[in-house]
Nanobody, 124 residues
Framework: QVRVVESGGGLVQPGGSLKLSCEAI????????MGWYRQAPGKERELVAV???????YYGDTVKGQFTISRDNAKNMVYLQMNNLQPEDTAVFYC??????????????????WGQGTQVTVSP
């Protein structure tokens, strides 16, 4: 299990930017794919960005061109740069370590573990 601590959320005006950070508490980090999820009020948690152990990135259709995921293996950190934020981006953002399932989809390494998340609110 890879424990995580998310930070960097806050209140931002429409059109603004935020950079989220995720510290992974683990001895071995660079072998894991990592992802950012978001959960908007009343909606299911959705995976929005993934970076695998080779540094390849994948994005959900709703955030392509808007969000950028990156990692610093020397610091056990994952980042999410979010630009041109809009009210519909308001959500709690979580990061988690990932694995691929039988169909090749990214899923959490542990179904039962989530960090505390960080709240992003986009409002005038």
């Amino acid at each position: 299990q890879v424990r995580v601590v998310e930070s960097g959320g806050g209140l931002v005006q429409p059109g603004g930017s935020l950079k989220l950070s995720c510290e992974a508490i683990t001895r071995i980090f660079d072998v894991y794919a990592m992802g950012w999820y978001r959960q908007a009020p009343g909606k299911e948690r959705e995976l929005v960005a993934v970076i695998d152990s080779g540094g390849h990135t994948y994005y959900g259709d709703t955030v392509k061109g808007q969000f950028t995921i990156s990692r610093d293996n020397a610091k056990n950190m994952v980042y999410l740069q979010m630009n041109n934020l809009q009210p519909e981006d308001t959500a709690v953002f979580y990061c988690n370590s990932l694995q691929t399932d039988y169909a090749g989809r990214f899923v959490p390494l542990s179904d039962n573990y989530w960090g505390q998340g960080t709240q992003v609110t986009v409002s005038p």
